[in-house]
T-cell receptor, first 113, second 119 residues
Framework: ETGVTQTPRHLVMGMTNKKSLKCEQH?????MYWYKQSAKKPLELMFVYSLEERVENNSVPSRFSPECPNSSHLFLHLHTLQPEDSALYLCASSQDPSSYEQYFGPGTRLTVT | DQQVKQNSPSLSVQEGRISILNCDYTNSMFDYFLWYKKYPAEGPTFLIS?????DKNEDGRFTVFLNKSAKHLSLHIVPSQPGDSAVYFC??????????????????FGQGTILTVHP
């Protein structure tokens, strides 16, 4: 595997479910990011991790819970989501947090029913 | 309030002609700008960037122009090819540790423009 991978690629969940999104980067980068892209809206930054430490929580509701166990893996734990949380969730990584160029995974298309 | 805007949702161009994608921003503190390309079912991929100390950066068929006084950014693709058909996002960033107040390179994205290049 190369680059940034995300699993699953598609996820349908009910509002009472708990699920997790997984991201893995094979680039040796030290910073990882979660973005949300809703229909016809720009990408919105959710969380930033630098060397497994969270450096940004962009006013994200607590029903989204990130976890970064090491610099190669990033998770987004989901619980009691709302239908308006349906979106494309993109993971990205960069060499370090000050790097402008970010490398994105293919995203997870989430539908909350 | 959207700080980075791409006012054209879509653009259609004939193969071999020039494609011009536009982007406007409101925050004069932005000092680094990037263009990303996104194919369906894939994540955005970095295309080209420009620092605010320059007004032009060229990479093969792709050239980015920056007009700081107008707070306007454009991407020129010459000649356009059918494989260029994708969604193009512009993004702007503040210098980490600068007046923007973040310790990392925070990217602010536009909504994207769908480019279709017809054979």
């Amino acid at each position: 595997e190369t680059g940034v991978t995300q699993t699953p690629r598609h996820l349908v969940m009910g509002m009472t479910n708990k699920k997790s999104l997984k991201c893995e980067q094979h680039l040796g980068h030290n910073a990882m990011y979660w973005y949300k892209q809703s229909a016809k809206k720009p990408l919105e930054l959710m969380f930033v991790y630098s060397l497994e430490e969270r450096v940004e929580n962009n006013s994200v509701p607590s029903r989204f819970s990130p976890e970064c166990p090491n610099s190669s893996h990033l998770f987004l734990h989901l619980h009691t989501l709302q239908p308006e949380d349906s979106a494309l969730y993109l993971c990205a990584s960069s060499q370090d947090p000050s790097s402008y160029e970010q490398y994105f995974g293919p995203g997870t298309r989430l539908t909350v029913t | 309030d959207q700080q980075v805007k791409q006012n054209s949702p879509s653009l259609s161009v004939q193969e071999g002609r020039i494609s011009i994608l536009n982007c406007d921003y409101t925050n004069s503190m932005f000092d680094y700008f990037l263009w990303y390309k996104k194919y369906p079912a894939e994540g955005p991929t970095f295309l080209i960037s420009i620092s605010s100390i320059k007004d032009k950066n060229e990479d093969g068929r792709f050239t980015v122009f920056l007009n700081k006084s107008a707070k306007h950014l454009s991407l020129h693709i010459v000649p356009s090819q059918p494989g260029d058909s994708a969604v193009y996002f512009c993004a702007a960033s503040l210098t980490p540790g600068g007046a923007g107040g973040t310790s990392y390179g925070k990217l602010t994205f536009g909504q994207g423009t769908i480019l279709t290049v017809h054979p």
